[in-house]
């Protein structure tokens, strides 16, 4: 981004440079003073690139921000759950905090499959969740969790399974039934039907499974070069968009 931005900042002085010589022999012609042509010509170039810019920035926001907005929607939906709540009464304060800290005790697995490359931070996670990972088609080694020590001596250590030719370690997987949360793109073939791996999970638990959120994440296998890189509101319709779901299991 800095070169970017250097880069724009060579190009406008020396477009300046450019104006001085074409506004004194357009100024004269047209009978405009130097100034005033030199203004026309900096806005012809300006106001097209600040376009452009703005709706690329739009397009990017529109199109791929759906991980970020349904990690924030989870982490305020697991401080809403009954289990964080702190009561109004004051008679009942000391006995919400005891039930809130036994609940921040027990950790919540954030299960995601294909998508766990999209995982934001664990700072869209409240400190009783963890991120976990259901198996999927990716059969590369996944990441390793970070320990509890932080950046102590432990935790330079290898914790479990770890191999230098990214192959797949099974240890990194949970099963479905304990997974309180599952965050997964919803894809779907040319019959409309989700083949999204996660979904086949819940079919088969035997725990209910309640869509607490979804938000659009642009297809861009099935939207067209121009709408994929630019956003155009009048022409929205055009993109294509799967949609990014957050499950919830029901106890």
Known sequence: ISLLAIGSAVFLDQLMDVTVMIQKSIGNVIGRDVCTV????????????????????????DGYAAPLKLYTHLYGSMMNDAAFKTAGESQHHQHQQQQQQQSQSEIKLVCTGGEWYRFPSSY????????????SSFDGQLPQLFTEFGSKEQSSSVQGRFNDWNEEEMDRYVDIQDCSYVIELLKEDDNNDVTAECVSYMQRDDHDWELIGEIDFLDADKTKLLHRVLYLPFLRGRRRYQRYALFARQS
Do not use: E, G, H, Q
Request: glycine share 0%.
């Open 38 to 61: 030199r203004t026309i010509l900096s806005a012809l170039v300006l106001i097209p690139c600040m376009m452009v810019s703005i709706s690329r920035s739009m397009s990017l926001a």
């Open 124 to 135: 869209y996670l409240p400190d009783n969740a963890r991120l976990a990972f259901l198996k």
